[in-house]
């Protein structure tokens, strides 16, 4: 059966964000997580969050880390090293992480909230600036299996990504809506573009609802399945936070939707 849906966007034509749309989507969200932080009760900072090992207070944390790094490389590299001396246990990347964290352990909310306010839109130009040679520099992902990746798709792309997922993980722990905001949309069509990219099942309608959400193509030929999700939960579904996402077959095989719940894009 083939199913003709009304124009949905073909997935892996999607145009890839240039770093001046990055950096404005980038300030865009600025706002809403700094308006989520401000709204957080304290005891909602000691939450567990879907990133494991992590509060809410300590994914802020690592968030604020990331964005020193970007503003000076130095930050970083040594970074790097006291997490591979620290947490030997742990993949490069994570034990990196957990450095970030463990410099504002014992930070105050407000500390955190005045840092990532402050920090953010230094790294949003740090990443505006960095210049074309370095951009394509390739480098380790630090994550088994992932191949390596150029500065630039890490610097316009993934910052941004996993800022907004981190967002969604601290109105997760707090049990506060998810507010959608002005970067949203773009969020979710970029992550859906890396997943065409990759996709290799047959060809789909995905469907994602609510205000980040569009309908967009998979796959090379003509498609022989929809699918509904909720936006948001199926952004959690790709990033490895959410295995059993509510995914309804509106029409094709059934078994379509096991294929998209193992999909996985890189956050």
Known sequence: MTITPPTPVVAPYIARLDRHDAFRLFNAELPSMVALLESLSPAAWDKPTDCSRWSVHDVVAHLIGAFESMINPVVQLRRMRQGAHR????????????????ARRDAAPAELVEAYARLAPKAARAALRLPGPIRRLKVSSGLPGVPRLSLGYLADIIVLR??????VDISQAAGTPFIVGAADRVV????????????????????????????????????TAAVRADAVEYMRTLSGRHDTPDLNVTDGPPETAPLLADARVLF
Do not use: C, F
């Open 87 to 102: 947490y030997p246990e742990l993949a490069k990347l994570d034990a990196y992480n957990e450095v970030q964290v463990d």
């Open 162 to 167: 996993d800022a907004w997922m981190h967002r």
């Open 188 to 223: 979710v069509e970029q992550v859906i573009r890396d997943l065409a990219v990759e996709w290799t099942g047959p060809g789909v309608v995905l469907e994602l609802t609510g205000d980040a959400g569009g309908r967009w193509q998979l796959g090379s030929g003509p498609p």
